[in-house]
């Protein structure tokens, strides 16, 4: 029975993502260790450093699955991290916004206690259409869940991306 199941979701999933938006390119990320509420100092604005990798968008119609893979060097250390998120996007004349919220899963290399890492996060994107190219700037922010949601243990990262679509 369950092959049968598996055999049938595969074959609804072929049509589904033919008719699927998929845009595929690069991104680069700020990362901020200010928590929200903080006040900003300079010096704590320049001890973040950078992230970049790729992002890669399914579009079917209003909904978007995003795929973010974020290399981070800090030191001696180094993070990959991976964004998954499904939202909300909206075509608005030639902009589109999305919203979306997942798991995010981090690695640190080079000796950490913990390498592995898990978490929740929430995505927002601005994208300029340019034809199949898209540029835009997103804002995640990484949610602690503690008993709740703590907004006041939770940083963000500004980035730009470059999209081409397929």
């Known amino acids: 029975m369950s092959k ?9 999933l072929i049509p ?20 929200i509420g903080q006040p900003v100092t300079t010096s ?31 030191g001696d250390t ?13 075509d ?23 390498p592995a890492m898990f978490g929740f996060n929430i995505k927002a994107n601005a994208d300029i259409k340019l034809g199949k190219l898209t540029v835009g700037l997103s804002y995640i922010t990484g949610l602690i869940i503690d008993g709740g949601l703590a907004w006041d243990k939770s940083t963000g990262m500004l980035g730009a991306s470059v999209l081409f679509w397929l």
């Open 44 to 74: 704590g604005l320049t001890s973040g450093g950078f992230s970049f990798g790729p992002d890669l968008r399914f579009k079917f119609s209003i909904l978007q699955l995003e795929a973010l893979g974020l290399l981070t060097f800090a």
């Open 4 to 12: 049968r199941v598996l055999i049938v979701l595969v074959l609804c």
């Open 78 to 90: 180094t993070a990959l991290d991976l964004y998954t998120d499904v939202g909300l996007a909206l």
């Open 92 to 114: 608005v004349l030639f902009l589109r916004l999305s919203l979306g919220a997942g798991p995010n899963f981090t690695y640190v290399f080079g000796g950490a206690a913990d």
């Open 16 to 35: 589904l993502l033919s008719f699927a938006e998929l845009g595929l390119g690069g991104a680069a990320f700020f990362n901020s260790p200010v928590l």
